[in-house]
């Protein structure tokens, strides 16, 4: 049996020790299962989206797990080399890309900007989920740190995803929030990610809603 785990650092297991530290690992072996993680540190949700549709035309896992990066993130191309870029305005990209990125970084600013990438990036994961279940392949998603504010804030259409997407809705469901509210601390101060005992919690939080799919 596989457990398919996709995501950013936070899925890597960043400052955790690797993937073989993160939560898919104690999720995989509470179920005897094997461990498949292809998350990737900074990556935007369409790359996510992109190999986890690539990884699926061969293969059906028993258990398919997504972390959701955060909506400003995309990924850029030049002759074959990916960059993947955020809000910081500190990604190294190919000199060729400097002033994009630049104009980039500032109209990521406007509230307009975040509104119109959190609408792509909702429907982008609602199409996704109805792949795996046309597939018949169990699922369950989360968001790593952003919530879908903007369509609460502006009370946008809300998908019923079922037992398959721990409360998108809610920013105290997302892990970060999650492990700050039950007393986790960062392992480094200057970023955002967990040691591997917040990732053993965080599994152990998850158990449940995979025991609904």
Known sequence: MILYVNGDSHSAGHDAGGPEFSYGQHVADSLSMEFVCEA???????????????????????????GWSTWERETWWYYDQSYHITASGTD????????????????????????RVEERNHENIWCLHQ?????KIKHLFFNCYSHFFYTMAHNKTRY???????????????????????????????????GPDAHRAWADFLLPYINKL
């Not at 792949?131 to 597939?135: C, G, H, I």
């Not at 037992?163 to 039950?182: A, C, G, K």
Request: hydrophobic letters at 30%.
């Open 131 to 135: 792949v795996l279940l046309d597939k």
């Open 92 to 115: 190294t990209v190919h000199p060729a890309l400097a002033d994009k990125y630049k104009q980039w970084v500032i109209d990521s600013c406007s509230p307009e900007f975040q509104n």
């Open 40 to 66: 990737v540190p900074a990556c935007s949700n369409d790359s996510i989206i992109s190999r986890t549709m690539k990884y699926i035309e061969n293969n059906h896992p028993d258990l398919l797990i997504i």
């Open 160 to 194: 019923d995803w079922g037992n398959n997407y721990v409360d998108p809705y809610d920013r105290n469901s997302t892990y970060y929030h999650w492990l700050q509210n039950n007393g986790y601390q960062p392992a480094n101060p200057k970023f955002y990610h967990y």
